[in-house]
């Protein structure tokens, strides 16, 4: 079974701290992704990855960064966290970049900014 | 543009009586579609997909999904519905082509009454 792993079920951060999301994958997945998501909105992409070391903006990655050093770990970073990025935070990877395939999620990070 | 529309953001049903979720889907190429489920405090799982083969997407725990292209639609159904199957539910399209990018409906909670 595919694993996906994010390193904090919960976490309580202050406005101005940075902050860090770790990810990892146990399937030698090619494609990473972080999303957030929120209360009738669905999930939105911040970013993706399709290889490491490369990486592309989704559809919401204004005050978001992400790091992919090695294949098996994504990064969301929050230079600044703000409360308005008080949210839960959902990681996913899949093995193949064609749209047909599934993409397989971690538990989820609920992030509180206060 | 791609978008989905989940028609009702709760549904509530008796244990025993059919379930079905709606999904109206929008897409310029060919679509993939998705049904994932999310339990509370867990993260996304797989229910069934449509890949251009058969219309009637058999999936797990006893959902079906038919995929209707004149009605751009991919309504997902149960014919009995189990106390368990309280949960929210996401009808997700995608790309065909480009690097697996999702996009996801707002989500539908049910609930499911004894």
């Known amino acids: 079974d595919v694993k996906v792993t994010q390193s904090s079920r919960y976490l309580v951060k202050r406005t101005g701290e940075k902050v860090f999301l770790e990810c990892v994958q146990d399937?030698?997945?090619?494609?990473m992704f972080w999303y957030r998501q929120d209360p009738g909105l669905g999930l939105r992409l911040i970013y993706f990855?399709?290889?490491?070391?490369?990486?592309e903006k989704g559809d919401i990655p204004e005050g978001y960064s992400v790091s992919r050093e090695k294949k098996e770990r994504f990064s969301l970073i929050l230079e600044s966290a703000s409360t308005n990025q008080t949210s839960m935070y959902l990681c996913?990877?899949?093995?193949?970049?064609?749209?047909?395939?599934?993409?397989?999620f971690g538990p989820g990070t609920r992030l509180t900014v206060t | 543009a791609q978008s989905v529309t989940q028609l009702d953001s709760h549904v509530s049903v008796s244990e025993g009586t059919p379930v079905l979720l709606r999904c109206n889907y929008s897409?310029?190429?060919?679509?993939?579609l998705f049904w994932y489920v999310q339990h509370p405090n867990k993260g996304l799982q797989l229910l069934l997909k449509?890949?251009?083969?058969?219309?009637l997407v058999k999936g797990i725990n006893g959902f079906e999904a038919e995929f209707k292209k004149s009605e751009t639609s991919f309504h997902l159904t149960k014919p009995s519905a189990h106390m368990s199957d309280a949960a929210e539910y996401f009808c997700?399209?995608?790309?065909?082509?480009?690097?697996?990018?999702?996009?996801f409906g707002a989500g539908t909670r049910l609930a499911v009454h004894p």
């Open positions: 399937m030698d997945h090619e494609n």
């Open positions: 997700v399209v995608s790309f065909s082509g480009g690097y697996n990018k999702l996009i």
């Open positions: 449509y890949t251009s083969a058969a219309t």
């Open positions: 897409s310029s190429y060919s679509p993939s």
């Open positions: 996913a990877s899949s093995f193949v970049p064609e749209g047909s395939y599934e993409q397989y």
């Open positions: 990855s399709y290889d490491v070391k490369m990486k």
